[in-house]
């Protein structure tokens, strides 16, 4: 993860990515068409919440109670045929996919998009041992050429222009490609053709499993991921350890959830259950499949109350399609596998580094449209505050900060105080003051006025003219109405139930 | 408050009453006017076309949505211009404003271009701080736009101020 | 393809593999115990071996209910199709279905044409309709490699085990005679279906794949919900990126 991130801050790889114009405008183009796309399908469809509500039960359920379901759908998968393989760290994974490639003497893999394979790092390891590993998904396939790695959960190649595309496809073609859109994915078409007709191993992610029956399901839109479950002799699925629900009438929860709020479709052009290898008188489908279930840091989640919805998460992107922050400047300045509000949670979350990562959790407002988007309602500004407490909890809190907190703690905890700074700061005030604005950007006004100027401290303030309202109010005290109180009480009592939103967690 | 008051006193029974004495006596502004004492229509005049920015912790966090808009639908001569992507954070965020002023520059630029689309003479919020940040850009940026809140305009229209 | 000894079916190779996986699955079963009450542990409850009391499973109870008549699902399905780029076409009985796929492939000069192997598309009659084309039936001979017949095609024809309006998709399951090929790697598609096989709701589909179980699961059920499609050069949309790029469904009655 370390040689990902760089030694840059994402307050530099913002910047970076700020001042490039075209990622800027390309992000904000995509995330507003798939964020309109969701409100326009979550919409039609209608009872949006009533389903959000629905899946957040069914993923709280299956992970309360992981150990049971993980367990019957291994059961069920193996008596489908399927090895099954488990993996604490991502190393593990990497040694099991690595034996089981090494194995079948193969040559080529041929994959279809797995965010677990991302977070492994496994193209690389397969790569050293002479094994071709080759992303099929038009997106991953532009960012594998490229050298990158995705920048959205659902559009991973958001970042590119067509002309970028075009250079790198022709350089595989040896000739010059015209970046035209259909020119360019029909190359892709007819040389990935190839590549799924000879390759040894098809590898897929997996977006759920389904314990009673041992299947897993992939949902997309190209085509690929069905490529790679159909043609290859070998399967191998990469499957996060949280991806169970209980069973395909839970799945059409999710199948109602997810496409809606990744693209906004009804569903997927493509969702596969695929149910064990292919049966012996089937003349299409892998002869032997595996499925490598994957810990790699989730499991620090479980029993954790602050974090443990984080393994709700069923990746469909809507947060980082909704979040302010990520629209300005797209997933590469979170120097992780996953990005947006998301990421800015899971990826310390998963390496249990808070001090490492912290400077992702303070690149949020905090304003909730992560949670507002999230299809299971994830409270993921909340679980940003949580981060950044454990922070300063853990001693690794910023010594100007943490000052600086003091001193206006002193100062609010003091009416006194309060009143002698006030007094202090009108005085003050008079040298950086013009027509009651300040805009110098000296000292710690530089980052608020490079963007904004700062109101002055008023003549009167309503410290000043507390006393005579105060005495006004008091001189004229009617008696409240029994009706107001009474719906002052029900006011009160709706906040219990976490009536405004979010604030129950 | 209203959230976070009770979370943070949790250990601390005393002050934990306290807290929640507090919380339940405090109410957003225009829930107050309108679900407390059920007024809609404080007989304001302001003859302006506005147009409304709902900050975030006011409609995600507290639940306010349709208040401010039966209040404001009720003031004489109000024109009111929807601001196009309202939802969006203004890019305030507290600290997030200094500790990551580049973006936080970048949204309130954002909100700004949004404001001088509707082309409106004030701009209308609830909360204290989303006002100081997209006043503090518009007038960076010269322009000329009011920035009120809620309470000053039905004042103002009302004869209060 | 593959050279000698990537061949898995040699007599030495397959008692090594058999002796590889069975080296594998006794690994995977001791690792399974401390997998789970790792997680157990962490969950702080003691491991569970008993099914739960599932408080919320599937859809909400209104949707359960949910469901249009006949001709709304034939219009609706029409409509959802089109919408994401497939073309629609009904026939009043099979041999109606046969002539418009017949003139479909001569005006696309298809020459190779895959069909599952099922009495309905036998009874089209492509085989004499269409003269130009060679028709391929599904697995109905061992000596010849399927999938690179498959992907050579200019035609598959199916026909849906299922077929759902709400989201416009085509259910089709695999088997021996039915394969995953067909449906996947020809340029067009055809899929046919029976008006009494389309339905409303996803969950027409799905709650009978609990209700069967594991043992009656085909290794492939796909959902096809249109033509192959992507967005991912500039947010562009591009039709027939891996799968069929042309997708007739032909609801027939």
């Known amino acids: ?505 | ?161 | 393809m593959a050279d000698i000894n990537r061949q898995t079916g040699a007599a030495g190779g397959e008692s090594e593999r058999a002796a590889w996986l069975a080296e594998m699955e006794r690994a995977s079963r001791a690792k399974q115990e401390t997998f789970m009450n790792g997680i157990a542990a962490r969950l702080r409850h003691p491991r569970m071996t008993s099914k739960p009391a599932q408080p919320v499973r599937g859809a909400p109870d209104f949707w359960r209910t949910f469901d249009w008549t006949p001709e709304e699902r034939v219009e609706r399905f029409e409509a959802n199709w089109r919408s994401v780029g497939g073309h629609t076409a009904r026939a009043k009985d099979l041999a109606e279905a046969g002539r418009f796929i017949a003139e479909r492939a001569q005006e696309l000069s298809a020459r190779i044409i895959v069909r599952q192997d099922q009495a309905e598309l036998a009874s089209l009659g492509l085989e004499s309709s269409v003269p130009d084309a060679e028709v391929s039936v599904w697995n109905a001979d061992e000596d010849v490699a399927w999938k690179a017949r498959a992907a050579e095609a200019d035609i598959g024809v199916v026909i849906a085990d299922q077929a759902l309006a709400y989201t416009g998709t085509v259910v089709v399951r695999s088997a021996p005679n039915k394969g995953r090929s067909v449906s996947l790697l020809p340029t067009v598609l055809f899929i046919l279906i029976p008006a009494e096989r389309l339905g409303t709701r996803l969950g027409e589909a799905l709650i009978p794949m609990d209700e069967g179980g594991r043992d009656a699961l085909p290794a492939g059920v796909h959902f096809i919900t249109g033509p192959s499609r992507s967005s991912d050069i500039e947010n562009d949309l591009t039709i027939g990126v891996h799968g069929p790029g042309v997708v007739y469904a032909v609801i027939i009655g």
């Open chain 2, 1 to 161: 408050m209203i959230h976070h008051y009770p979370k943070l006193f949790e250990s601390d029974p005393v002050q934990l009453a306290r807290a929640e004495r507090l919380r339940d006596k405090s109410y957003e502004f225009t829930q107050f006017l309108v679900n407390v004492l059920g007024v809609t229509d404080v007989g304001a005049s302001f003859p302006h076309k506005v147009t409304y920015h709902p900050s975030c912790h006011g409609t995600r966090l507290l639940g306010v949505k349709n208040e401010p808009m039966a209040l404001m639908s009720n003031v004489r001569g109000l024109e009111f211009v929807p601001l196009p992507f309202a939802e969006d954070c203004c890019g305030f965020g507290g600290t997030f404003a200094v500790k990551m002023a580049d973006i936080s520059g970048a949204m309130v630029s954002e909100k700004v271009d949004h404001v001088k689309e509707t082309e409106a003479e004030v701009l209308v919020g609830l909360d204290m701080a989303c006002l100081m940040n997209i006043a503090g850009n518009l007038r960076y940026r010269g322009e000329q736009v009011r920035v009120m809140h809620l309470a000053e305009v039905l004042a103002e229209g009302a004869g209060l101020a």
């Open chain 1, 1 to 505: 993860m370390s040689a990902q991130k760089g030694r840059a801050t994402v307050k530099e790889r913002a910047e970076l990515a700020l001042n490039d114009e075209f990622l800027v405008k390309a992000v904000k183009f995509t995330t507003e068409r798939l964020r309109n796309g969701k409100k326009n399908a979550s919409a039609e469809h209608g009872n949006w919440d009533e389903w959000r509500e629905r899946g957040r039960q069914i993923r709280l359920h299956t992970i309360a109670h992981l150990d049971y379901y993980l367990n019957l759908f291994v059961e069920n998968a193996r008596a489908n045929g399927v090895h099954v393989h488990f993996a604490d760290k991502g190393e593990d994974a990497v040694a099991i996919a690595m034996d089981i490639a090494q194995r079948k003497a193969a040559k080529t893999v041929v994959k279809s998009k797995s965010m677990v394979s991302e977070e492994l790092h496994l193209n690389h390891a397969l790569e050293q041992i002479g094994v071709e590993a080759i992303e099929t998904d038009l997106g991953e396939y532009i960012i594998q050429l490229a050298g990158e790695m995705p920048s959205h959960i659902v559009i991973p190649a958001i970042h590119k222009n067509r002309y970028q595309i075009a250079d790198l496809l022709s350089e595989v073609a040896g000739e010059k490609l015209e970046a035209d859109t259909t020119v360019l994915a029909g190359f892709v078409r007819k040389k990935l053709r190839e590549k799924f007709l000879e390759a040894d191993i098809g590898m897929t992610g997996c977006n759920f499993a389904i314990a009673e029956t041992g299947s897993m399901v992939l949902f997309e839109n190209e085509g690929n991921a069905r490529m790679v479950t159909t043609v290859p002799k070998t399967q191998i699925t990469l499957m996060g350890m949280e991806r169970i629900i209980p069973s395909f009438e839970d799945l059409e929860v999710m199948a109602t959830l997810l496409p809606r709020s990744a693209t906004g479709q009804k569903l997927t052009m493509y969702m596969s259950a695929i149910t064990g290898p292919k049966r012996t008188a089937d003349a299409d489908g892998p002869e032997e499949m595996h499925i490598i279930i994957v810990d790699n840091g989730r499991s620090l989640q479980l029993g954790d109350p602050e974090f443990q919805e984080l393994l709700n998460c069923i990746r469909c992107g809507a947060c980082l399609n909704a979040c302010p922050v990520y629209r300005h400047i797209g997933g590469h300045a979170y120097g992780s596998t996953y990005s947006g509000p998301i990421g800015a949670v899971l990826t310390p979350a998963l390496n249990k580094n808070v001090a490492e990562w912290d400077d992702i959790a303070n690149a949020s407002s905090l304003c909730g449209a992560c949670y507002e988007a999230c299809p299971v309602k994830i409270p993921l500004h909340e679980m940003l505050i949580y981060l950044r407490r454990r922070k300063v909890e853990t001693g690794n809190g910023k010594a100007v900060e943490t000052a600086g907190m003091k001193g206006f703690a002193a100062l609010t905890g003091s009416s006194a105080a309060m009143k002698a700074a006030l007094a202090i700061g009108k005085i003050g005030q008079r040298l950086v003051v013009r027509g009651g604005e300040i805009r110098t950007k000296l000292g710690p006004l530089k980052g608020w006025n490079s963007y904004r100027v700062t109101p002055s401290l008023p003549r009167r303030s309503f410290r000043d003219r507390w006393e005579k309202l105060n005495r006004e109010v008091d001189a004229d005290r009617p008696q409240m109405a029994p009706d107001m109180k009474r719906r002052m009480e029900q006011i009160v009592k709706e906040r219990g139930k976490g009536g405004g939103g979010h604030g129950g967690h």
